[in-house]
């Protein structure tokens, strides 16, 4: 006799959330495009499917990987790491879920549950939206009709949510069919599950909303609460990201390792900290005040040295004045910005090539004019170095009015391209 699968609404998953391995017999396995992926179809299943934003499970299924679980109408579909060969239709198979995701995925629900009943009832807050991250989940708030909250109405709202948790309020579930009146049923429902099963999940006599995912058995085991941040969306709706159990306890672990690698730096402890980064900012600002300084008198230095060669310099093919280059390996865009300013001013009709970087791995080149000098001679002069520095060392690149900007994955071509363009490189 043909066996069966138990629809969603009613699969062993739903029906106890508590365990973790069951045996069930194979329905169906339908092999797909990918290769060794097939689907399988189960009389029953403890691994939960994609829905009412909570990710699916992961698992095993006869000892093969199970990477995805859909809905397929009433039927719960498992993505298998397998061939259509190493399952066979009709016989018993031991279906294992990857419990620690799933006892994850069970303190975040089932805590959405609480916050939400809680923010909407004693603060007048309506989730609009929820969604289940990997790190970190969040609930969203319409706020057209309110204003936003304050900093004392969260930490309240959290206060009040982890006293309920010590509380060890039940989480029950009832269930109905869909066309039954009594409970409360769902104001949206998928058009395929209209004659299914509703789920309505309780806590205790706060709260009762359908939902078809796992929850845990009591508020206690979702340990505490920690409220993280808010998000403005969508103009007037607010997102409040949030964390349950467990990942409490994780993210708390990687704050104190973090503190502790902290205080090694900065030779402190936590509550010291604000104290000295605040410390470091100034320090900062004060050394890079002193650098604009430093850079401004050995950019002025390099311009005069510049300058002074100009007497010497005659004309080229490439241009009707005379073409400067300059390079320095350790300087960076602020100390181009810095030189180009300086020799535009000292250097007045000329066309100036800088560069920067090492020979092996290049860097960056800013071609520009002097105060009194034609923007058609600088662009005249990029286009020669330009094509002077040929394919090898690949220097990319573009600008207008006088200014031209590149990069260059090397100069090992550099000295060949400025002799060939009648440039001077000014050491």
Request: proline share 3%.
């Amino acid at each position: 006799m043909p066996v069966s699968a138990a629809p969603v609404g009613a699969l062993l998953c739903q029906r106890d959330s508590s365990l973790r391995s069951t045996t069930a017999t194979i329905v169906s396995v339908t092999g797909t495009k990918a290769s060794g992926t097939v689907e399988v179809v189960l009389s029953d299943t403890v691994l939960f499917p994609v829905g009412g934003g909570q990710p699916c499970d992961f698992g095993t299924i006869g000892g093969f990987a199970v990477t995805d679980v859909v809905r397929r109408g009433f039927e719960p579909v498992h993505l298998v790491s397998a061939t259509v060969a190493d399952l066979v239709v009709g016989s018993s198979v031991e279906v294992v879920v990857d419990w620690q995701r799933r006892w994850d995925h069970m303190q975040q629900h089932s805590g959405q549950h609480l916050l939400s009943a809680i923010a909407e009832q004693q603060y007048g807050l309506n989730t609009v939206a929820w969604a289940l991250g990997k790190e970190k989940s969040c609930v969203e708030f319409d706020l057209t009709n309110q204003p936003v909250p304050t900093d004392e109405t969260w930490a309240s709202l959290e206060s009040k949510v982890n006293s309920l948790i010590r509380d060890n309020l039940p989480f029950t579930i009832q269930t109905a069919s869909s066309h039954e009146e009594n409970g409360s049923l769902p104001s949206k429902l998928p058009e395929d599950l209209a004659s299914g099963v509703i789920r309505n999940v309780r806590i205790g006599n706060l709260d009762n909303n359908p939902c078809c995912g796992t929850h845990v058995s009591s508020t206690s085991q979702l340990q505490c609460m920690k409220l993280l941040n808010t998000e403005r969306i969508r103009g007037k709706n607010l997102r409040l990201y949030f964390i349950f159990g467990d990942r409490v306890l994780s993210t708390l672990h990687a704050s104190v390792t973090r503190d502790r690698v902290l205080g090694n730096l900065l030779c402190a402890g936590p509550d010291q900290f604000v104290e000295k980064v605040t410390g470091l900012q100034n320090q900062v600002k004060d050394l890079t005040k002193s650098n604009k300084s430093y850079l401004k008198e050995v950019s002025d230095f390099i311009s005069l040295n510049l300058a002074s060669s100009l007497s010497s310099i005659a004309v080229t093919p490439t241009s009707t004045v005379p073409i400067l280059a300059y390079h320095r390996a350790d300087g960076d865009a602020e100390f181009l910005t810095t030189l180009s300013k300086s020799a535009s001013e000292k250097c007045k009709n000329c066309v100036l090539i800088f560069t920067t970087g090492e020979v092996s791995s290049g860097g960056a080149a800013l071609v520009v004019g002097g105060t009194e000098t034609k923007e058609a001679d600088v662009s005249t002069v990029w286009k020669a170095f330009q094509t002077a520095m040929g394919t090898k060392d690949q220097m990319k690149g573009g600008g207008a009015k006088g200014r031209f900007q590149a990069k260059s994955v090397g100069w090992s071509q550099r000295s060949a391209a400025l002799v060939n363009i009648g440039a001077v490189d000014v050491l």
